[in-house]
């Protein structure tokens, strides 16, 4: 990539549009270590079972955005180091792992759910693709990601 100097700052001219976005996200789900995609399959189960479970209550989203509001602030003060500045996205996954704990228990009450397993067939399916589908597509990037280059291409 070029770069141009603007007051004596360098910074990076970037391709804009989707070749840009479709290309960080391949790269960065290429690069997702383990323990990152347990949690983003975490997520992948709670959106699917949230949409099939949904319920537009406000008073259950408040009390939730109550309980993640004080449990991430717990958290977060748990965690955070003297003399060393938070980063934004931990920060915000302790404020949205209360939210989403609370909402789905709230969601899932009195449906037979089995711990966080929903009593249908379908539902279960449904999420299990999800975190499969995730689990697959991040791989699929990683593997991409280190094939060699083609034969006659510009090896980087």
């Known amino acids: 990539m ?5 007051r004596h700052l360098t910074r990076e001219i970037r391709p804009s549009g ?6 960080r ?8 270590e383990g323990t990152k995609r347990i949690l983003w399959c975490y ?8 949409f099939q479970y949904f319920d ?14 004080l449990i991430g602030f717990a958290l977060n003060l748990a965690a955070s180091q003297k003399g060393q500045k938070s980063e934004r996205w931990i920060v915000f996954r302790l404020y949205l792992f ?7 228990s709230a969601l899932i009450k009195g449906k037979g759910f089995f711990l966080l ?4 067939w379908k539902p279960l399916i449904i999420a299990s693709a999800a975190c499969l589908g995730f689990v ?21």
């Open 98 to 104: 209360p939210f989403c704990v609370s909402s789905y």
């Open 43 to 50: 997520l992948c189960w709670y959106l699917a079972i949230t």
């Open 56 to 69: 537009p209550a406000p008073a259950l989203w408040v009390s939730s955005l109550g309980i993640a509001g």
């Open 2 to 6: 070029q770069t141009h100097s603007d």
């Open 136 to 156: 697959a597509l991040s791989s699929g990037c990683r593997l991409l990601s280190r094939r060699p280059p083609a034969i006659g291409g510009n090896p980087a």
């Open 25 to 32: 996200l391949f790269h960065y789900l290429a690069g997702l």
């Open 117 to 120: 397993f929903p009593p249908d």
């Open 18 to 23: 989707r070749i840009f976005v479709t290309t």
